[in-house]
């Protein structure tokens, strides 16, 4: 079994660091023996919002996110993140969780690989 945590830092739109994050983070949750966990702390945080509208052709980072999830992958999105950005956990994307620092450094204990968008 691979671990890998994908920790991303930067907003969901205006940059595509976030984008291709999570583009890798869902081909590798696909991957049979992958265990997948995605950080967002930052101005990430965002990328979990929950009814995002963007128009047709444009990627969607709540879908992408939704896409790891029904892998089982985890996401957790950093606290003192969202309370600096207004975000309520009623206004996360579904599976998607309020974390801690806490836990990420002990998804960063737990993981084989760590990769930071």
Not at 98 to 115: C, F, H, I, K, P
């Amino acid at each position: 079994m691979s671990k890998i945590l994908f920790i991303l830092n930067d907003p969901p739109y205006g940059t595509e660091r976030s984008y291709n994050g999570l583009r890798l983070a869902g081909a590798t949750a696909k991957r049979e023996g992958a265990d997948v966990r995605v950080f967002l702390m930052g101005d990430a945080a965002a990328c979990a919002k929950r009814g995002q509208k963007t128009p047709d052709g444009y990627y969607n980072l709540e879908r992408m996110l939704k896409g790891v999830t029904t892998r089982h992958g985890l996401v957790g999105v950093c606290g003192t993140c969202m309370d600096a950005r207004g975000l309520t956990q009623a206004e996360l994307a579904e599976d998607c969780r309020r974390s801690t620092l806490e836990e990420l450094a002990d998804w960063t204990l737990w993981a084989d690989q760590v990769l930071v968008f």
